[in-house]
């Protein structure tokens, strides 16, 4: 959704033809970051805000803004977010009805042995959408809390540990298990799309990470278009990222009521490298 709002914004402002987009995984795309800093193949990346600081103060690559960031919070000068992306619990309608299942309200209820073999997340090692489980739980029960649990889950997931964040989601539209953990912006539109998916607000909170917009600094060889490619994104791709990705950003949007997180919340650190990799820790040492 956020790839097809920046093309859309680009194309229908000239610079349809002048650009390649190229998508990776976060995990995949840090790692690119961190160990090729100015040498990137990119002129302009969107990753997650968290990456971009962690390969910036590495890696000193990205360009000073050159245009207006009204953002709601104060973000480093170098970015500029694109969308806030938020977790949820999914639900396949059909299967939790024939399977009998209760309906959970919590990230907790997901350790609970009734849902043996019926349950999917992603893996933090490779998606930073199991991010947004695992700061929930720590944020609710603690490390040694959020690792009982997990480790609960876990044992429910059996081999649906996924590697890609949109891949409990999948499961849950295929009907192979009744109850995923993904992003809730996805399993809203496909409630709307008459599937037989539902989605829960988990009762520890819907977390949420940013993704930004960066130009890399490569001194004589920037690409000018870069810096305009990258405010043309942030002044005319809002509105249809909003669509998708209710949660505002910059002063004067609104969100859709409709499809409002019941629980929105942050955590109570800053969100970096260093604690993404703790928290990748926690995960390993919670695995069967």
């Given amino acids: 959704e956020a790839v097809t709002a ?3 914004a680009l194309d229908g402002n000239g610079y349809e033809g002048k650009y390649i987009f190229q998508t990776y995984g976060t995990s995949e795309l840090g790692g690119k970051l961190l160990a090729e800093g100015t040498n990137l193949e990119a002129d302009l990346v969107t990753m997650s805000t968290f990456y971009l600081q962690s390969a910036q103060e590495q890696n000193s690559m990205f360009l000073p803004l050159d245009f207006e960031v ?30 009998g299942l209760p309906t959970p309200t919590s990230l907790k209820d997901l350790a609970d042995p009734i849902y043996a073999g019926q349950v999917s997340v992603t893996d933090i090692q490779s998606s ?52 995923g953990f993904g992003l809730r912006h996805q399993a809203v539109a496909d409630k709307a799309e008459g599937l037989p998916i539902d ?29 305009e490619m990258a405010q043309c994104i942030i002044e005319n791709a809002r509105e249809e990222l909003l669509a998708t990705y209710p949660n505002p950003l910059y002063e004067g949007e609104t969100s859709d009521s409709a499809n409002k997180s019941a629980y929105p919340k942050t955590f109570s650190e800053p969100l970096t490298l260093e604690l993404f990799q703790k928290h990748q820790e926690l995960s390993e040492s919670a695995k069967p």
């Avoid at 690792?147 to 409990?168: F, K, M, R, W």
Wanted: glycine share 8%; aromatic share 6%.
């Fill in 6 to 8: 920046m093309k859309n």
């Fill in 70 to 99: 009204n953002t709601l919070t104060e973000v480093p000068d170098y970015t500029a977010p694109i969308t806030s992306q938020e977790g949820a619990i999914i639900l396949n309608t059909e299967l939790m009805a024939s399977e």
């Fill in 128 to 179: 930073s959408t199991a991010w947004l489980l695992i700061q929930a739980l720590v944020d609710a029960y603690g490390d040694d809390g959020a690792q009982a649990v997990l480790s609960g889950i876990y044992d429910n997931c059996g081999a649906h540990i996924e590697t890609s964040g949109s891949g409990p989601l999948k499961l849950c539209r295929a009907g192979e298990v009744a109850i």
């Fill in 199 to 227: 989605y829960v607000d988990p009762a520890e909170g819907n977390f949420s990470l940013t993704e930004s917009v960066a130009v890399l600094d490569k001194g004589d060889e920037t690409n000018p278009l870069a810096m």
